[in-house]
């Protein structure tokens, strides 16, 4: 690795928080490469739904934060949907209560009970995570960074002052961290009958729920949470659950055409990890991972703190 530029910040892992990440730090004026396994593509965030709320991610606390933070960038994004693949789009969440909301709650515009009482009505961001990802790449290589398709099973010989860990369910062995497990996700894509607005329904003492995200390549039907669970192939039965569910909601569901089947690990943890160590030999090591099913929703908050803390260690 002697031909290694020894300035750059190196960050391992290149989904939505590992390219944001990126993306703070070449803004801030820090040298900065990605090394990704995978192409952005390829990667979990390339599967997500992904709408702007926090699911499936602790600790509270400080998700409320990291999430705000995250919204407003969005939000501002959002004026600009066809280049950011970020659109605000009206929705409901069914079966969820204002009272059982942290106090971030209280500053999500328009976020109301629904005139039924039988859920939230929202207007949040949407994003199209394809056409997210490659925006965030192109924005990292124009503030001067890079991404490289590298394979890592070394974090501490990453040639790099600082290195940032944003690998997600990768951290289980790269770290190693057993804390972190696979909450496996399965989608199935149709032709949009018409929806234009999106739907969550979930009940957290079961692994199955029900949500549809309208996104300009069809209409997103959901979904599972399977805890423990590492296959990465649909489900036949699976699928025909998440439609029936879906269509019960919308009928219109029933008959549209399968243009896809999709399934994501979310890298799941008790609680997110940003945190610096020292590497052995004293270079610095930036944890970034453990966001759960709630990656796109704090990836900014995430990457500031990630950012601030590259900064002490450099």
Same mark, same amino acid.
């Given at each position: 690795?002697?031909?290694?530029?020894?300035?750059?910040v190196?960050?391992?892992?290149?989904?939505?928080?590992?390219?944001?990440?990126?993306?703070?730090l *070449?803004?801030?004026?820090?040298?900065v490469? %990605?090394?990704?396994?995978?192409?952005?593509e390829?990667t979990? +965030?390339?599967?997500?739904?992904?709408?702007?709320? @926090? $699911?499936?991610?602790?600790?509270?606390?400080?998700?409320?934060?990291?999430?705000?933070e +995250?919204?407003a %960038? $969005?939000e501002?994004?959002?004026?600009? @949907?066809?280049?950011?693949?970020?659109?605000? %789009?009206?929705?409901?969440h069914?079966?969820m209560?204002?009272?059982?909301?942290g106090?971030?709650a209280?500053?999500?515009?328009?976020? #109301?009970?629904?005139?039924?009482?039988?859920?939230?009505?929202?207007?949040? @961001?949407?994003?199209?995570?394809?056409?997210h990802?490659?925006?965030?790449?192109?924005?990292l290589?124009?503030?001067g960074?890079?991404?490289?398709?590298r394979?890592?099973?070394?974090l501490?010989?990453?040639? *790099?002052?600082?290195?940032?860990?944003? =690998?997600?369910?990768?951290?289980?062995?790269?770290?190693?961290?057993?804390?972190?497990?696979?909450?496996?996700?399965?989608?199935v894509? %149709?032709?949009?009958p018409?929806? =234009?607005?999106?739907?969550? +329904? /979930?009940?957290?003492s079961s692994?199955?729920?029900t $949500?549809?995200?309208?996104?300009?390549?069809?209409?997103?039907l959901g979904?599972?949470?399977?805890?423990?669970?590492? +296959?990465?192939?649909?489900?036949?039965? /699976?699928?025909a659950?998440?439609?029936?569910?879906?269509?019960a909601?919308?009928?219109?569901?029933?008959?549209?055409?399968?243009?896809?089947?999709?399934?994501?690990?979310?890298?799941?943890?008790?609680?997110?990890?940003?945190?610096?160590?020292p590497?052995?030999?004293?270079?610095?090591?930036?944890?970034n $991972?453990?966001?759960?099913?709630?990656?796109?929703?704090v990836?900014?908050?995430c990457? #500031?703190e990630?950012?601030?803390l590259?900064?002490?260690?450099?």
């Open positions: 690795m002697e031909h290694e530029r020894s300035d750059d190196i960050v391992v892992g290149g989904g939505v928080v590992g390219l944001t990440t990126a993306v703070v *070449a803004e801030n004026g820090i040298p490469r %990605v090394w990704n396994r995978d192409p952005a390829r979990t +965030s390339a599967v997500a739904g992904a709408l702007w709320w @926090p $699911y499936r991610i602790e600790p509270e606390p400080l998700v409320g934060g990291w999430a705000l +995250s919204l %960038v $969005y501002a994004l959002a004026t600009r @949907p066809e280049e950011t693949g970020v659109r605000v %789009v009206e929705g409901v069914r079966g209560r204002l009272d059982e909301l106090p971030w209280a500053r999500v515009p328009q976020l #109301r009970t629904a005139d039924d009482g039988e859920g939230l009505v929202a207007r949040l @961001p949407l994003i199209d995570m394809p056409v990802l490659a925006w965030l790449r192109t924005r290589l124009k503030a960074g890079a991404v490289e398709e394979v890592v099973t070394d501490a010989r990453v040639p *790099a002052p600082v290195v940032v860990n944003c =690998t997600g369910l990768g951290a289980r062995e790269l770290v190693p961290d057993p804390a972190v497990r696979p909450v496996r996700g399965q989608l894509v %149709v032709e949009n018409g929806v =234009t607005t999106w739907f969550t +329904s /979930v009940d957290h692994d199955t729920s $949500y549809f995200f309208p996104q300009p390549g069809g209409l997103i979904g599972t949470a399977e805890d423990d669970a590492w +296959s990465p192939e649909p489900d036949p039965a /699976v699928a659950g998440i439609i029936a569910r879906c269509a909601i919308r009928p219109e569901i029933a008959g549209a055409r399968v243009l896809a089947h999709r399934v994501g690990l979310r890298p799941a943890r008790t609680a997110v990890r940003l945190e610096r160590l590497l052995p030999d004293g270079r610095a090591l930036v944890h $991972y453990g966001h759960g099913g709630a990656g796109v929703t990836a900014w908050g990457a #500031r990630a950012a601030a590259v900064g002490a260690a450099a």
